[in-house]
């Protein structure tokens, strides 16, 4: 099993930046990817950003790239994810996720996710 935890959320205004982290622990994984997911009210929940933990490639969604970042640290066990330029339509609930083995196309573990909230 692997447990996640996030933190980094909270208020800023339009055009701030936060920094997002997600720690994980438990059963630990070399390899696998490890996501950020999002979730308005009302909506279903995203993709935002992914990350390959052994060769670091990363993927965005197209109303993400150029603005946000993932990143890992695999000796702290953590994924970080910078928002920068924030707008209001990035308000959400954010969730990292990780799947140890492939195939990506769906994840196995979550965190209990943080919030985001920015204001115009």
């Known amino acids: 099993q692997v447990q996640l935890v996030e933190s980094g959320g909270g208020r800023v205004q339009a055009g701030g930046s936060l920094r997002l982290s997600c720690a994980s622990s438990?059963?630990?994984?070399?390899?696998?990817?490890m996501a950020w997911f999002r979730q308005a009210p009302g909506k279903e929940r995203e993709f935002v950003a992914a990350?390959?933990?052994?060769?670091?490639?990363?993927y965005y969604a197209h109303s993400v790239e150029g603005r946000f970042t993932i990143a890992r640290d695999n000796a702290k066990n953590t994924v970080y994810l910078q928002m920068n330029s924030l707008q209001s339509e990035d308000t959400a609930v954010y969730f990292c996720?990780?799947?140890?083995?492939?195939?990506?196309?769906?994840?196995?573990?979550w965190g209990q996710g943080t919030q985001v909230t920015v204001s115009s």
């Open positions: 438990g059963r630990p994984f070399s390899s696998g990817r």
């Open positions: 990350i390959n933990r052994n060769s670091g490639t990363t």
């Open positions: 996720a990780a799947k140890l083995f492939p195939p990506f196309d769906s994840y196995d573990y």
